[in-house]
Nanobody, 121 residues
Framework: VQLQASGGGLVQPGGSLTLSCVAS????????MGWFRQAPGREREFVAS???????YYADSVKGRFTTSRNNTKNTLYLQMNSLKPEDTAIHYC????????????????WGQGTQVTVSS
């Protein structure tokens, strides 16, 4: 399975951005997908996850501001980010695995290359 993330960029505080992650290859093995991020000098952290039947889970830091969704027909994962803050600045990665708990633990089998999100005025 290969994951290709896109949609990052520079946005002002309070703005919005939508990330996409397209999966290719043996996508039948994917049940769970998720988003992680890593800011400079910090460890990678969990952002959001979603199962095949669209059950979602979010980190407290993004709850109410970010929404993850997926289109199983298009093998695409999305992260809608609203009310962005400077502390959201990070490289954002998508991840996928047969098991949701593995994704949430940051131990997913498959990872995308990351897309940079910068929130600054």
């Amino acid at each position: 399975v290969q994951l290709q993330a896109s949609g990052g960029g520079l946005v002002q505080p309070g703005g919005s951005l939508t990330l996409s992650c397209v999966a290719s290859g043996s996508t039948f093995s994917i049940n769970a997908m998720g988003w992680f991020r890593q800011a400079p000098g910090r460890e990678r952290e969990f952002v959001a996850s979603i199962t095949w039947n669209r059950s979602t889970y979010y980190a407290d830091s993004v709850k109410g501001r970010f929404t993850t969704s997926r289109n199983n027909t298009k093998n695409t994962l999305y992260l809608q980010m609203n009310s962005l803050k400077p502390e959201d600045t990070a490289i954002h990665y998508c991840a996928a695995d047969p098991t949701i708990n593995t994704v949430r633990a940051g131990l997913a089998r498959y990872w995308g290359q990351g897309t940079q999100v910068t929130v600054s005025s």
